[in-house]
């Protein structure tokens, strides 16, 4: 959704701007008033966060902050919903002094002039907070737009690929296993097919898997090949990195047989990937940590594991070859995750800049995890809390620092859908240059002419 360029209910924007209390407002008695909103609530949608903003942050920062009255303004509604209302709060310079936002939405706040960088709103000390070192630049990355910092990212995420370790050991293949080119991967596939594998390799692709095939499939494919799907102003077009992972897909799903095509066209395909892996269907996997902690799980997962830990193996996405990964890397990721922004119009900049960095310090973020094992954006927590999980903190070790992020984009997602149907034509038949010069076409029209496409 593109974000409101005018409020169209006077009505409705008057009420927004009413409710949000101002920015920072001075509540009397020398003391003020600083705002947090986030899309959580107590008792409904992200209830834990919300709870860890009333219980924990409020009383932790006020009483290291004597004259300083923090409120929560919580929301618990779509996410469109929630980026509409702040949009206008924006826009009619009201609205909480930090905010939460989804990273994916913050080069359109950028562009459209709504947030700052958060130097220019907190001033000098924020390059001096001693988080930034306990930060990967990688993981950075996700509140940067145009080499600036908007935000700080709250917990991120991590893809990998995940193998059967009992199906590598029916076909000959290592337990331990790191691919280190594309090469590699299909050198294993094939053997996983001849060792009588029903699926020796499941990367998403199609329009029916929607985002997961953009960010499990192309997005790591093209970051492989040593680019990026928006890159210095201009977005990606059929250039021979993008051509280059079409072709993978054509050697995956084409007559190698060597991934079900099918699979990727049903309606539940993504889900029945789950399954079918979790049953030692399928050889090779290309997920997100979630499938991990969420998906085969052993005791609560969508679709359980019992032997997981002894019988899933997992190993980094490789670069097409070495070192020819994006900024030079040998292996690759991508990653999503939520960040906090400063509003440009604080009445207390200074203070609201202190209130956020002290929800990212490692003592909140501790308090947020609330004994939780789960990757955070901190390298120090990370290696406190991640020991109980090797899985978990092989991403956050390994992975994180090679990560990259979707461009924040209001188009954004109509190229991703464009790029999900390049792939479905190189399923159905269609050659991949021909399939990438069909995205070029699509992508002129979306992004407003060829001018703004890199070949």
């Known amino acids: 959704m593109r974000l409101p360029r005018r409020p169209a209910l006077t009505a409705a924007a008057t009420l927004l701007a009413l409710t949000a209390c101002g920015t920072g407002a001075e509540s009397g008695g020398g003391s003020i008033t600083i705002t947090i909103a986030a899309n959580s609530i107590e008792g409904g949608k992200n209830a834990e966060s919300a709870q860890w903003i009333k219980q924990w942050v409020i009383p932790e920062f006020e009483k290291t902050h004597p004259g300083v009255k923090v409120l929560f303004r919580p929301s618990g509604v779509d996410d469109e919903q929630y ?12 609205g909480a002094d930090v905010i939460d936002l989804d ?19 907190g001033g000098a000390t924020v390059e001096q907070w001693e988080g930034w070192a306990k930060i990967p630049q990688a993981v950075q990355g996700l ?23 009992t199906l590598f050991d029916k076909a000959g293949l290592p337990a331990t296993w790191q691919p ?48 990026e799907i928006y890159a210095d102003g201009k977005w ?8 280059d992972a079409l072709g993978l897909y054509q050697r995956i799903y084409g007559r190698s047989g060597l991934g079900d095509p099918r699979l990727q066209q049903e309606a539940k395909g993504r889900d029945k990937s789950f399954t079918q892996f979790a049953a030692g269907q399928i050889g090779i996997l290309a997920e997100s940590d979630y499938f991990w902690r969420s998906v085969i799980e052993p005791r609560a997962g969508v679709a359980p594991m019992k032997n997981r830990d002894q019988t899933v193996g997992y190993a980094k996405i490789p670069a097409q070859r070495p070192g020819g990964g994006l900024r030079g890397q040998d292996f690759v990721s991508m990653s999503g995750g939520a960040v906090r922004v400063l509003n440009p119009h604080s009445k207390h900049p200074g203070t609201a800049w202190d209130l956020l960095a002290f929800m990212h310090s490692a003592a909140a973020t501790k308090a947020q995890l609330a004994g939780q094992v789960r990757i955070s954006a901190r390298t120090d927590v990370n290696a406190d809390v991640l020991t109980a999980d090797p899985m978990l903190d092989y991403v956050a070790r390994e992975v994180l620092p090679l990560t990259a992020y979707r461009p924040g984009l209001a188009v954004y997602p109509q190229v991703s859908a464009a790029l999900q149907e390049a792939t479905a034509a190189v399923l159905n038949g269609t050659p991949p240059d021909e399939a990438a010069t069909a995205y070029q076409d699509e992508l002129e029209d979306i992004v407003g002419g060829a001018a703004n496409i890199a070949g």
Request: aromatic residues 8%; glycine residues 14%; without cysteine.
């Open 83 to 94: 980026k509409t209302k702040i949009a206008l709060d924006f826009r009619s310079r009201t």
């Open 103 to 121: 990273g994916i939405w913050v080069g359109e706040f950028a562009q459209a002039g709504y947030i700052k960088p958060l130097t220019d709103v």
């Open 143 to 165: 509140g940067v737009f145009d080499g600036k910092k908007y935000g700080l990212p709250q917990g991120t995420d991590g893809r990998v690929l995940y193998y059967n370790k």
């Open 180 to 227: 280190t080119s594309w090469q590699d991967i299909i050198d294993a596939a094939t053997k996983l097919k001849a060792a009588g594998v029903r699926t020796p390799l499941q990367i998403n692709a199609g329009t029916a898997m929607g985002e997961a095939t953009t960010m499990q499939g192309v997005l790591p494919l093209l970051a492989g090949a040593g680019s």
């Open 236 to 243: 990606t077009g059929a250039s021979s990195a993008l051509k």
